[in-house]
């Protein structure tokens, strides 16, 4: 929680790094200043820290820090509701980390890349990208954002007047969450709750 104390000791390890060159480490830290400035709400900052990190990511062919850097861009164009740019960002994330195998990663980004299309009121864009979401987190056994993402086709499909759809995936959220006593799920059944209602 003190964000400044931490970026005083990101630069200073970031100095250190960049002397020796120590490439995958600088690329760490560029990630983690840009992260610390966007809480911070410095937005234009920490921008400038997540393009330094892709250039040099790209230029050594560190697929994993290039995804980051993308990933981070994609949160500062959202921050400044450019959203088709935020979607460019996080697309382009997806794919290295699709190159990495990182099912995690995809399945995080997928939700997100959904969730701005639903902003742009894009609806069947995002009903696509939450239907390839479901199957990551499906093999991955990932039953919290399965559930999670029931939930928004759901309301998605409420909204293009899809009752029958939007029943299916309610009844599905529900019977996945009979069991679960978790906090989060406190949370979805009072969305699942004003869904019925509506449907």
């Given at each position: ?6 970026i ?5 390890q970031l ?13 760490g ?5 840009g ?17 330094e990190?892709r ?5 050594k ?17 959202v921050?400044?509701?450019?959203i088709?740019?935020a ?22 980004l ?32 990932n ?30 959220a ?26």
């Open positions: 929680g003190q964000t400044r104390k931490a005083q000791f990101f630069q200073e100095k250190i790094s960049k002397e020796f060159g120590f490439c995958e480490e600088v690329c830290l560029l990630a983690n200043l992260d610390a400035y966007a809480i911070s709400g410095n937005i234009d900052r920490a921008k400038s820290y997540y393009e990190q250039v040099l990511a790209e230029s062919g560190l697929h994993a820090y290039v995804g980051t850097s993308y990933n981070g861009l994609g949160f500062v164009f921050k400044q509701e450019k088709k740019q979607i460019d960002c996080y697309f382009k994330a997806f794919e290295c980390y699709r190159e990495l195998e990182d099912c995690e990663k995809q399945l995080e997928l939700i997100g890349i959904g969730l701005n299309y639903r902003k742009l009121e894009n609806w069947e864009t995002a009903i696509d990208c939450f239907q390839k979401a479901l199957e990551i987190a499906k093999y991955i056994e039953r919290k954002e399965q559930i999670h993402i029931r939930v928004d086709l759901a309301e998605v499909f409420f909204k293009l007047q899809k009752q029958n759809l939007a029943n299916e995936q309610v009844d599905q529900e019977k996945d969450l009979k069991f679960i006593q978790a906090l989060w799920a406190d949370s979805l059944r009072r969305r699942i709750e004003t869904l019925r209602n509506n449907l």
